[in-house]
């Protein structure tokens, strides 16, 4: 994987978030992600990456017209950012039970990052052209698309990364948006691509029937003749990084904390990828980028929301051996 990445696109679906507490705000798993990457970057004297976000949103609301300014607030590049002319952002609404996990209603009909690739050819001409490093994706991101938009997107992904290109995959599976469609070909044809996949336990056990993640891993290790890093995500278990290039598997423990002090667990899949990836860009070092990781985690679901306040992440300057 080329670790000298400096433009990361991350493209998916950002919606607006109804919290538990009542307050609104914005969520999704790729921007979380990015919105988290971008604040552990701000943290640094010399941005290691710029991160840019892909989607699209309506034109006339005024949550619509708030997101646009938190993006130019947060510094995070709105290069990809395609206004719908009929559709608008979807929502959702959250609630918790009392270990702090969630449960979500959403209304997803009127979205329109699903005509993201109707809409502008911004996103395809980068990766054709190579003018940016990386793109970001997940399931979710596959699946609000239609199927001839997968197809296409997956066709430019390919072409992207035979030019050098890197390709970064969470599978967050979510059965609701798949249905009478059968997801494994495109979560397949996505992780032969994957440089970094980030794998959550629960979801390859629904996608392939696999049971534990020894098998998890044998089933991708059979699929990638390429390198690639798969960062199997296990919630308060350890989590397993497994390196095809030297046929490695390592676990690291996640961030001990007592099961009172969990508030949202929202977006701690989304919170662990940025800590991993911002690090692991930083210092190439595996085990220390998902010691950070689980942190990062474990701070974000302490507290409701998706993206919490950026003042109360951990800082990378004091992680051991980080240097900017």
């Avoid at 950002?14 to 604040?39: K, L, P, S």
């Avoid at 044809?189 to 044998?218: P, Q, V």
């Avoid at 950070?292 to 507290?303: K, R, Y």
Wanted: glycine letters at 4%; a negative charge; charged letters at 20%.
């Amino acid at each position: 994987m080329n670790v000298q990445i400096k433009k990361v696109v991350f493209f998916g679906e950002c919606m607006i978030e109804h919290r538990a507490d009542g307050n609104v705000f914005f969520g999704g798993d790729t921007f979380n992600t990015a919105w988290y990457c971008q604040h552990l970057c701000a943290q640094l004297a010399h941005a290691p990456v710029a991160i840019y976000y892909a989607s699209a949103i309506g034109a006339t609301s005024q949550e619509e017209s708030a997101f646009r300014q938190l993006l130019v607030q947060n510094a995070i590049n709105d290069d990809f950012l395609l206004i719908h002319p009929h559709r608008n952002m979807a929502r959702y609404w959250v609630s918790h039970d009392q270990f702090g996990e969630r449960r979500f209603r959403f209304d997803r009909a009127n979205s329109a990052a699903r005509d993201y690739f109707e809409l502008d050819e911004t996103l395809s001409e980068a990766l054709t052209h190579g003018s940016i490093d990386a793109v970001y994706l997940s399931g979710v991101s596959l699946a609000i698309l239609p199927a001839s938009h997968r197809s296409y997107l997956i066709d430019k992904l390919r072409k992207f990364k035979r030019h050098g290109g890197t390709v970064i995959f969470d599978n967050n599976y979510r059965p609701s948006l798949w249905e009478c469609v059968d997801p494994q070909r495109d979560y397949l044809a996505l992780m032969a691509m994957a440089d970094i996949a980030f794998l959550t336990d629960d979801d390859e056990y629904a996608l392939y029937g696999t049971s534990n993640t020894k098998e998890i891993i044998e089933l991708h290790a059979r699929q990638q003749s390429d390198r690639q890093l798969l960062v199997v995500r296990q919630g308060a278990a350890p989590c397993v990084l497994y390196c095809s290039e030297t046929k490695t598997c390592i676990e690291v423990p996640a961030y001990p904390l007592e099961p009172k002090v969990v508030v949202d667990t929202c977006a701690a899949g989304d919170a662990f990828s940025a800590g991993f990836l911002i690090y692991f860009l930083l210092e190439n070092d595996l085990v220390a980028s998902a010691t950070f990781a689980h942190h990062l985690a474990g701070v974000v679901i302490q507290h409701q929301g998706a993206l919490i306040s950026p003042t109360l992440l951990p800082n990378l300057l004091e992680q051991e051996h980080c240097v900017e």
